[in-house]
């Protein structure tokens, strides 16, 4: 049974960082891509970065490129989420995500939430002066 659990959310100041956990069990987690998404109140839920397991290739959205990092640690069944630089744009409900890589239609959805079969409940991350 795939089972994703986030953790991390927290309230921090613009400019601050955070780091958001995602653990992973019930599936091979390097025959997988993983995704982390977010979604606003009143908006619709964005693809923020993922990570292709069997290749290590991250892609990340143009909002978070160069303040976000997606990553792996060694053998871990945990994927993190480094961000960095925080706006505040970027408050919301975060979730990881999981989809077998062969199901991933093509590069150009590695970011959409309709590639993902699989979700975790997501922490909320609040960014507040």
């Known amino acids: 049974q795939v089972q994703l659990v986030e953790s991390g959310g927290d309230l921090v100041r613009p400019g601050g960082s955070l780091r958001l956990s995602c653990a992973t069990s019930?599936?091979?987690?390097?025959?997988?891509?993983i995704g982390w998404f977010r979604q606003a109140p009143g908006k619709e839920r964005e693809g923020v970065s993922c990570?292709?397991?069997?290749?290590?290739?991250?892609y990340y959205a143009n909002s978070v490129r160069g303040r976000f990092t997606i990553s792996r640690e060694n053998a871990d069944t945990m994927v993190y989420l480094q961000m960095n630089s925080l706006k505040p744009e970027d408050p919301a409900v975060y979730y990881c995500?999981?989809?077998?890589?062969?199901?991933?239609?093509?590069?150009?959805?590695?970011?959409?939430?309709?590639?993902?079969?699989?979700w975790g409940q997501g922490p909320q991350v609040t960014v507040s002066s």
């Open positions: 019930g599936f091979t987690l390097d025959e997988y891509v």
């Open positions: 995500a999981a989809v077998p890589i062969p199901h991933v239609r093509a590069i150009q959805f590695v970011l959409h939430p309709q590639t993902y079969e699989y």
């Open positions: 990570l292709s397991m069997v290749d290590g290739i991250t």
